[in-house]
């Protein structure tokens, strides 16, 4: 781990590739955005025709790198101009590219004084000097100081081994708790593989999200798929510990050992995780769009958060036919309350995390959204190994606490 932190500091920074045609309608292509602190920051930029191409061709397409402030955004989107656009950017820096193949590279460095911003690049054509050709256009970006990452990122390469950490100690106290009960009884506790299943997805998860900042530290880009899985990972984690609030609210545990039955917690858990994978694979593919600033945001973001609350909706639902069915037992209906209150605060932590973080500066977001997703998930941890052990009020009034040696009464 120590090696991978080194490493980072040899980056070659983010790396942006796309291909595209100006058109008369649309002159202005947005390239990528990247968030700077206070220092100086660089770009470099590489543009060539790719079709048509003429080796014979004298006349060059003019373009122009336009560079403008999170600050200038809501502004310049609402100007139809080109030329409008242009006159309120912070940087403008004219090139011509040749028709006949070969690369223009152009570089430059600018200063951030007072604090923290996102800064935007697109490249423009308002003059309509392209005709149609179609461009590749490379560019490679550094942050304060030659800063390999932006500084959205800075600080979670090192705090996400901390957090790796903190997962793969609760996965190993897990296991080990689950190796004495099968010893003593044995038997396998199921309700401890569910819990070791998600632990385990989480901290895989946060594995393949550090090696995608190792990757990235080497290409700039980092790999498509790696950060996918990252992702789908700790949805999957997420999908079992909602599941599994779900069917200790149907009875599971509290009234019975068995679970729900297959055909009805089966179809549900597919189409909820099949609606995960897509609403995050359609996120990872718009990571670098200009009003995004976490995983979550914009509408892969507001997706997650309805599938959420609906989720939560039918918690409620059947927590609250548990609760009536429960009249006679006080202790159970304590505990049934209390395990609505904190489940409930399960569900909804994410919505409103990602709602508040909209009020922060936007280059803190994803900061805050990815640690404080991380936090939750460390929290549900804790709480669920200990309502699943011996000495929690839970354990003493369900099923867990029914022994199957003989000899014992159930």
């Known amino acids: 781990m120590l090696v991978f932190l080194l490493f980072l500091h040899v980056a070659i920074g983010k790396q942006v590739s796309t291909k595209f045609r100006f058109d008369e309608q649309n002159p202005w292509k947005y390239l990528t955005k990247f968030a700077v602190g206070v220092g ?13 191409v003429d080796p014979t061709a004298k006349e060059r397409i003019r373009p122009a790198l336009v560079i403008y402030l999170d600050d200038q955004l809501e502004e310049i989107s609402s100007i139809n101009d080109c030329e409008g656009k242009l006159a309120l950017s912070k940087k403008v820096q004219n090139f011509s590219v040749s028709y006949n193949g070969e690369h223009t590279y152009i570089k430059g460095t600018f200063t951030q004084k007072s604090r923290p911003h996102v800064w935007y690049y697109v490249l423009a054509d308002c003059k ?6 179609k461009l590749k256009v490379n560019i490679h970006l550094t942050g304060t100081d030659d800063s390999e990452f932006s500084i959205e990122e800075e600080g979670l390469v090192y705090l996400y081994p901390i957090v790796t950490v903190i997962f793969f100690l609760s996965l190993s106290q897990n296991l080990k708790r689950m190796i004495n009960r099968f010893q003593k009884t044995e038997k396998l506790d199921k309700i401890s593989v569910v819990l070791n299943l998600s632990i385990f997805c989480e901290f895989s998860g946060m594995l393949c999200k550090i090696a995608h900042l190792w990757i990235y530290s080497i290409n700039g880009k980092g790999i498509f798929i ?3 899985l990252s992702q789908a990972l700790e949805m999957v984690s997420s999908l079992i510990v909602t599941i599994m609030f779900i069917v200790i609210a149907k009875g599971w545990i509290l009234k019975h050992k068995e679970l729900p039955r297959a055909e ?16 995050i694979l359609y996120g990872t593919m718009t990571d670098d769009s200009h009003n995004k600033f976490s995983d979550y945001e914009g509408t892969a973001g507001m997706m997650l958060i309805l599938l959420r609350v609906a989720l939560w909706c039918w918690f409620l639902y059947l927590i609250w036919i548990l609760y009536n069915s ?4 006080e202790s159970t209906l304590s505990f049934i309350i209390n395990f609505a209150f904190i489940a409930s605060a399960y569900f909804l932590a994410f919505p409103l995390l990602v709602l508040v973080s909209t009020i922060f500066k936007n280059y803190l977001r994803n900061k805050l959204v990815s640690l404080g997703s991380e936090v939750i998930q460390i929290i549900v941890f804790i709480f669920l190994t200990h309502l699943f052990g011996n000495t929690s009020s839970f354990y003493k009034i369900s099923t867990l606490s029914h022994s199957d040696l003989p000899g014992k009464s159930h």
């Open 40 to 52: 100086n920051a660089n770009w470099e930029l590489n543009v060539t025709v790719v079709d048509p």
């Open 128 to 133: 309509g000097s392209s005709k149609g050709a």
């Open 226 to 228: 790696v950060n996918f």
């Open 264 to 279: 009805v917690i089966i179809p549900i858990a597919l189409i909820v995780l099949v609606a995960n994978i897509v609403i």
């Open 326 to 329: 429960q009249q006679n037992r």
